[in-house]
């Protein structure tokens, strides 16, 4: 641990750090053990915050994420940091005010090994030099720190997380997925509801002739009206998946995987209630143990582009029920009409969940269900926890 914050010693740190700042951070670690993480990460220390040392919901405080893969071997760690978002609480900056109240911590993940640490350097980055950040590189989209260029800085730094490494053919740092691995960022903040998106990425597959990849968008709704809310509960969990494709190995070359294009939920800013995350989650299925998955470039199509490319159908393969991740809420003109024992029963324009994922179906018109099981209920709302099923991939499958 090294105390960074406000008012330290000059003989402790030359010049003080502010919000905005960029901090280049480099050190060399040895660990007793093999394949290990090794984390880097800021500590923020204000009594507005509901409990002084709290930690910040976006992960703005992770700095790096690295595996260590052989034991008593010196291994270089660098990674740049941008300061002020590890700050911030509810929006408001919250400036260390004393020495001990920032600090620059480590741990080593899952383990009880001893590491070793050496020559640890922290630099200020000049505004404007050729190392400095860009907009881009800070956020892009709905992703903050798109394209790795502050390590894992944002990125959920939890036990089954992927971590960063240096890849020669893109010569800089890129994510890394092995077996039962994920990349997870909380993106409620900079998402915009109701908005349509499509991103890209590059990938590169090693130790694996393929794997099937998923790309899930999760929110967690805090639902003050389980009678006209999104669900029939007091928290919904609701899915969206942009991506579910199989990526090749194609020699351990690089390779652009294009998303579906998909609607942000609708605009839930109008539903009662708040969401308390929405949750980007790339992860494999069924990886081989030699497999290597990497990952970098996040970029966005259509009116989040900055090179002006156009939105277009994606080459990917999305699995039964949702053909195309639909909005929260049909459009004006759509309705859709419960039709049973030759009569029309109700007209519905709430959304279409399966039950046990909260999946989104298609709300839109182009497409019809066939019900499979259904519960006839006076009024509104009734007591049943599923009202009716859909036969889906040769299954009745509960709808919310």
Same mark, same amino acid.
């Given at each position: 641990?090294?105390?960074?914050?406000?008012?330290?010693?000059?003989?402790?740190?030359?010049?003080?750090?502010?919000?905005?700042?960029?901090?280049?951070?480099?050190?060399?670690?040895?660990?007793?053990?093999?394949?290990?993480?090794?984390?880097?990460?800021?500590?923020?220390?204000?009594?507005?915050?509901?409990?002084?040392?709290?930690?910040?919901?976006?992960?703005?405080?992770?700095?790096?994420?690295?595996?260590?893969?052989?034991?008593?071997?010196?291994?270089?760690?660098?990674?740049?940091?941008?300061?002020?978002?590890?700050?911030?609480?509810?929006?408001?900056?919250?400036?260390?005010?004393?020495?001990?109240?920032?600090?620059?911590?480590?741990?080593?993940?899952?383990?009880?090994?001893?590491?070793?640490?050496?020559? +640890?350097?922290?630099?200020?980055?000049? &505004? !404007?030099? #050729? *190392?400095?950040? @860009?907009?881009?590189? =800070?956020?892009?989209? %709905?992703?903050?720190?798109?394209?790795?260029?502050?390590?894992?800085?944002?990125?959920?730094?939890?036990?089954?997380?992927?971590?960063?490494?240096?890849?020669?053919?893109?010569?800089?740092?890129?994510?890394?997925?092995?077996?039962?691995?994920?990349?997870?960022?909380?993106?409620?903040?900079?998402?915009?509801?109701?908005?349509?998106?499509? +991103?890209?990425?590059?990938?590169?597959? &090693? !130790?694996? #002739? *393929?794997?099937? @990849?998923?790309?899930? =968008?999760?929110?967690? %709704?805090?639902?003050?009206?389980?009678?006209?809310?999104?669900?029939?509960?007091?928290?919904?969990?609701?899915?969206?998946?942009?991506?579910?494709?199989?990526?090749?190995?194609?020699?351990?070359?690089?390779?652009?995987?294009?998303?579906?294009?998909?609607?942000?939920?609708?605009?839930?800013?109008?539903?009662?209630?708040?969401?308390?995350?929405?949750?980007?989650?790339?992860?494999?299925?069924?990886? #081989? *143990?030699?497999?290597?998955?990497?990952?970098?470039?996040?970029? %966005?199509?259509?009116?989040?582009?900055?090179?002006?490319?156009?939105?277009?159908?994606?080459?990917?393969?999305?699995?039964?029920?949702?053909?195309?991740?639909?909005?929260?809420?049909?459009?004006?003109?759509?309705?859709?009409?419960?039709?049973?024992?030759?009569?029309?029963?109700?007209?519905?324009?709430?959304?279409?969940?399966?039950?046990?994922?909260?999946?989104?179906?298609?709300?839109?018109?182009?497409?019809?269900?066939?019900?499979?099981?259904?519960?006839?209920?006076?009024?509104?709302?009734?007591?049943?926890?599923?009202?009716?099923?859909?036969?889906?991939?040769?299954?009745?499958?509960?709808?919310?």
């Amino acid at each position: 641990m090294r105390q960074i914050g406000g008012d330290c010693p000059a003989s402790r740190l030359k010049e003080p750090i502010s919000a905005g700042d960029q901090l280049r951070i480099s050190f060399w670690v040895r660990m007793k053990a093999a394949n290990k993480v090794i984390v880097l990460y800021t500590g923020h220390y204000h009594e507005s915050k509901p409990k002084p040392w709290a930690i910040q919901r976006d992960d703005s405080n992770i700095i790096s994420r690295t595996r260590i893969n052989k034991a008593n071997q010196w291994t270089r760690i660098e990674a740049t940091h941008t300061v002020g978002d590890d700050w911030t609480w509810d929006s408001e900056l919250l400036p260390p005010e004393k020495c001990n109240h920032y600090q620059l911590r480590i741990r080593a993940d899952a383990t009880t090994a001893g590491y070793y640490l050496d020559d +640890f350097k922290v630099e200020k980055v000049a &505004s !404007g030099s #050729a *190392s400095a950040l @860009t907009a881009r590189d =800070v956020s892009y989209g %709905f992703l903050k720190n798109p394209d790795f260029a502050m390590s894992f800085q944002y990125w959920k730094a939890i036990s089954a997380a992927g971590d960063t490494v240096f890849d020669a053919d893109q010569g800089k740092e890129v994510a890394r997925l092995k077996r039962n691995r994920r990349l997870m960022q909380n993106i409620v903040a900079e998402a915009i509801p109701g908005e349509k998106y499509q +991103f890209a990425f590059w990938a590169k597959l &090693s !130790g694996t #002739a *393929s794997v099937t @990849t998923n790309i899930i =968008v999760r929110m967690r %709704f805090e639902n003050d009206d389980i009678v006209n809310g999104p669900c029939g509960r007091e928290i919904c969990n609701i899915f969206l998946r942009p991506l579910t494709t199989t990526i090749e190995s194609k020699g351990r070359q690089w390779q652009r995987i294009v998303s579906d294009e998909f609607t942000m939920f609708g605009n839930y800013t109008k539903w009662p209630g708040q969401p308390s995350f929405i949750l980007f989650t790339m992860l494999t299925k069924d990886m #081989a *143990s030699s497999g290597e998955l990497r990952v970098s470039n996040f970029e %966005f199509l259509g009116e989040h582009s900055l090179t002006g490319e156009v939105i277009t159908d994606s080459p990917t393969i999305t699995t039964v029920p949702s053909m195309q991740p639909s909005n929260m809420e049909a459009p004006d003109y759509v309705r859709y009409i419960v039709r049973y024992a030759g009569e029309i029963r109700t007209v519905i324009n709430y959304p279409f969940q399966v039950d046990k994922t909260g999946e989104i179906l298609p709300m839109d018109g182009s497409k019809q269900y066939q019900l499979c099981e259904v519960d006839e209920v006076e009024g509104k709302y009734g007591v049943f926890p599923n009202r009716m099923g859909f036969f889906m991939g040769g299954k009745c499958v509960p709808i919310r």
